[in-house]
């Protein structure tokens, strides 16, 4: 009975930890998703790269959530390999720097963090202060789970079951190697793995050699969940978290292999033994970054013998990458659909291609751009004619109903695609010669709105590429709620627009049309983005007929 307790304990006490890290990301990604882009693109230099990824992983409190993020701007052409690759190791050594943060004594923190945290989450109708109420108590559920897992351990701390595996995985360090990679994948968080391995080092559950032993299992294992989560993207973008698995993996070998074999780990105790597992943690992602960074430009070279560059990736096809569809695979459905989705992906590119050059659309003194994008919305319409003539001859005996329906609605999103495409070919480059024939300008108020907007959007393909790729609900959870935040923006730029009117603004009465015009384009084309999430969130039981199911903050989000 008394291992039954433990064993319900210890799981609630861990998902608790899971759930809460998940929180805190998601508040940070809801408050400032728009502005990771910038963010990512802006650094020109390797050691620049490497602090804005040990910052944001600081602020996401996961390094797979930088890892995916760098990896989906690969992917797309916005951030060069050695950069990505900085920006990922950045990330594992904030990663690190979250674990001392979180193992310090703030347990007096608690109601505190609750408190505020809760009064912001439902009396705060800004999206920021309700996303800024649940960072805070997202902390304050990942203090409680440690609270939880030292309670939890406790009563079998003095018993024979837990010293005999302890001290089992203390002589074995490569099964407790294995067992810590397996861990924080199988919990597809390294913060949470090894602040569970803090925990029981501090408690005396484990012995500090078996914990380190965990630690450097659990480093190599987090490499593999960005691996996982892009194992539907361009080779461009998987390039990165290979070469990331290839050094942390050699790296975490050899430390263990050093540490246990040539020295001994107690020799690492250089204060308690949960201070000294953190250190430990945080001079191996240190060394790591040190030791790496010099040769990110170097790694590129084998990287891409080992995923050879196809027609698509080079410079000079970049603006037409051949097409990922595989006639030879309509035999067999899941190699099919894998085809169609990376045939989607590059057409989410091509539209996402189109959509960055709509400021320049607006800012333009001839004609040249408006006729360069109008020509590109051509090589979309080509890949749907592809993607629809490829369905067309799919076999229909041998996919199942649950094949089909995926067929169906990816065959969907890529209409929805294509009509995203002809918003921009059609109706912006419209409305963008209007303003040039008429010689017009916006306010500076008005065209600061118009651009945060496209950068919203921005941010929402490279979500909605995520979620094609890893149907992950919480991204489409999350694409559906900055679906409707952007509604929420659109009708305050409108407002905005309005009260400039009745104040007298020349600017604003001479562009009222086009910035209105502007601001329907833009959500019609965030509304077509979007619509990848609604089959996932429909198949895990999310929607219900037009809303989804009541958030954590007990509000409805409109569909």
Same mark, same amino acid.
């Given at each position: 009975?008394?291992?039954?307790?433990?064993?319900i304990?210890?799981?609630?006490?861990?998902m608790?930890?899971l759930?809460?890290v998940?929180?805190?990301?998601?508040?940070?990604?809801?408050?400032?998703?728009?502005?990771?882009?910038r963010?990512l693109?802006?650094?020109?230099?390797?050691?620049g790269?490497s602090?804005?990824?040990?910052?944001?992983?600081?602020?996401?409190?996961?390094?797979?959530?930088?890892? @995916?993020?760098?990896?989906?701007?690969?992917?797309?052409?916005?951030?060069?390999?050695?950069?990505?690759?900085?920006i990922?190791?950045?990330g594992?050594?904030?990663?690190?720097?979250?674990?001392?943060?979180?193992?310090?004594?703030?347990? /007096? *923190?608690?109601? $505190?963090? $609750?408190?505020?945290?809760? /009064?912001?989450?439902?009396?705060?109708?800004? !999206?920021?202060?309700?996303?800024?109420?649940?960072?805070?108590?997202?902390?304050?559920?990942?203090?409680?789970?440690l609270q939880?897992?030292?309670?939890?351990?406790?009563?079998?701390?003095?018993?024979?079951?837990?010293?005999?595996?302890?001290?089992?995985?203390?002589?074995?360090?490569?099964?407790?190697?294995?067992?810590?990679?397996?861990?924080?994948?199988?919990? %597809?968080s390294?913060?949470?793995?090894?602040?569970?391995?803090?925990?029981?080092?501090?408690?005396?559950?484990?012995?500090?050699?078996?914990?380190?032993?965990?630690?450097?299992?659990?480093n190599?294992?987090?490499?593999?969940?960005?691996? /996982?989560?892009?194992?539907?993207?361009?080779l461009?973008?998987?390039?990165?978290?290979?070469?990331?698995?290839?050094?942390?993996?050699? /790296?975490?070998?050899?430390?263990?292999?050093?540490?246990?074999?040539?020295?001994?780990?107690?020799?690492l105790?250089?204060v308690?033994?949960?201070?000294?597992?953190?250190?430990?943690?945080?001079?191996?992602?240190?060394s790591?970054?040190? @030791?790496?960074?010099?040769?990110?430009?170097?790694?590129?070279?084998?990287?891409?013998?080992?995923?050879?560059?196809?027609?698509?990736?080079?410079?000079?096809?970049?603006?037409?990458p051949?097409?990922?569809?595989?006639?030879?695979?309509?035999?067999?459905?899941q190699?099919?659909?894998?085809?169609? !989705?990376?045939?989607?992906?590059?057409?989410?590119?091509?539209?996402?291609?189109?959509?960055?050059?709509v400021?320049?659309?607006?800012?333009?003194?001839?004609?040249?751009?408006?006729?360069?994008?109008?020509?590109?919305?051509?090589e979309?319409?080509?890949?749907?004619?592809?993607?629809?003539?490829?369905?067309?001859?799919?076999?229909?005996?041998?996919?199942? !109903?649950?094949?089909?329906?995926?067929?169906?609605?990816?065959?969907?999103?890529?209409?929805?695609?294509?009509?995203?495409?002809?918003?921009?070919?059609?109706?912006?480059?419209?409305?963008?010669?209007? !303003?040039?024939?008429?010689?017009?300008?916006?306010?500076?108020?008005?065209?600061?709105?118009?651009?945060?907007? %496209?950068?919203a959007?921005?941010?929402?393909?490279?979500?909605?590429?995520?979620?094609?790729?890893?149907?992950?609900?919480?991204?489409?959870? *999350?694409?559906?709620?900055?679906?409707?935040?952007?509604?929420?923006?659109?009708?305050?730029?409108?407002?905005?627009?309005?009260?400039r009117?009745?104040?007298?603004?020349?600017?604003?009465?001479?562009t009222?049309?086009?910035?209105?015009?502007?601001?329907?384009?833009?959500?019609?084309?965030?509304?077509?983005?979007?619509?990848?999430?609604?089959?996932?969130?429909?198949?895990?039981?999310?929607?219900?007929?037009?809303?989804?199911?009541?958030?954590?903050?007990?509000?409805?989000?409109s569909?």
């Amino acid at each position: 009975m008394a291992i039954v307790s433990f064993v319900i304990s210890l799981a609630g006490a861990t998902m608790l930890l899971l759930f809460a890290v998940r929180m805190v990301r998601t508040g940070i990604e809801r408050s400032f998703g728009a502005s990771f882009q910038r963010m990512l693109t802006d650094n020109h230099s390797l050691i620049g790269a490497s602090a804005t990824g040990v910052f944001l992983a600081i602020v996401l409190q996961s390094s797979a959530a930088v890892a @995916l993020l760098a990896t989906g701007f690969a992917a797309s052409g916005y951030l060069a390999f050695p950069t990505g690759l900085a920006i990922v190791l950045g990330g594992d050594l904030g990663s690190a720097l979250i674990i001392q943060i979180l193992s310090f004594k703030l347990d /007096w *923190l608690v109601p $505190l963090l $609750l408190a505020v945290g809760g /009064w912001l989450f439902v009396k705060v109708e800004s !999206k920021k202060g309700r996303q800024f109420g649940r960072i805070l108590m997202g902390v304050a559920f990942i203090l409680i789970s440690l609270q939880f897992l030292r309670q939890a351990v406790a009563p079998i701390s003095d018993s024979a079951f837990l010293p005999a595996v302890s001290g089992y995985l203390a002589r074995d360090f490569v099964t407790a190697f294995i067992v810590g990679a397996a861990l924080a994948f199988v919990m %597809h968080s390294s913060v949470a793995a090894i602040l569970m391995c803090v925990t029981l080092v501090q408690i005396d559950a484990i012995p500090f050699a078996a914990a380190l032993s965990l630690l450097l299992g659990a480093n190599m294992g987090s490499a593999f969940i960005p691996i /996982w989560l892009t194992r539907g993207m361009p080779l461009a973008g998987r390039r990165i978290p290979f070469a990331n698995l290839i050094l942390r993996g050699s /790296w975490a070998l050899i430390v263990l292999l050093a540490v246990n074999l040539l020295s001994d780990p107690e020799r690492l105790l250089f204060v308690g033994p949960g201070q000294s597992l953190i250190y430990a943690h945080i001079g191996f992602n240190l060394s790591l970054l040190v @030791l790496a960074l010099p040769f990110c430009g170097l790694i590129e070279g084998p990287i891409v013998q080992v995923f050879p560059r196809y027609s698509g990736d080079s410079e000079a096809d970049a603006e037409q990458p051949a097409s990922a569809l595989d006639p030879t695979a309509l035999d067999t459905p899941q190699q099919a659909i894998a085809s169609l !989705k990376r045939e989607l992906l590059r057409m989410i590119g091509q539209v996402e291609r189109m959509f960055h050059t709509v400021p320049r659309l607006y800012e333009a003194t001839d004609s040249s751009v408006l006729r360069t994008t109008r020509t590109k919305d051509d090589e979309v319409n080509d890949t749907l004619s592809g993607i629809r003539s490829y369905v067309a001859t799919m076999p229909q005996g041998i996919y199942s !109903k649950a094949d089909t329906k995926t067929v169906r609605g990816l065959m969907e999103y890529a209409i929805r695609l294509e009509a995203a495409g002809d918003v921009i070919a059609m109706k912006l480059t419209s409305v963008a010669k209007e !303003k040039l024939d008429g010689h017009l300008s916006f306010s500076d108020e008005g065209w600061a709105e118009l651009l945060r907007m %496209h950068e919203a959007v921005c941010a929402n393909f490279h979500l909605a590429s995520n979620v094609l790729v890893s149907d992950d609900l919480e991204s489409a959870r *999350l694409l559906v709620v900055e679906k409707a935040d952007f509604k929420r923006a659109e009708r305050k730029s409108r407002k905005y627009h309005l009260a400039r009117l009745q104040n007298g603004r020349v600017e604003s009465f001479e562009t009222s049309d086009i910035h209105l015009e502007t601001l329907r384009a833009l959500r019609d084309i965030n509304n077509h983005i979007a619509a990848i999430a609604y089959p996932i969130l429909y198949r895990n039981g999310q929607l219900l007929e037009t809303r989804l199911i009541e958030d954590l903050d007990g509000k409805e989000v409109s569909d």
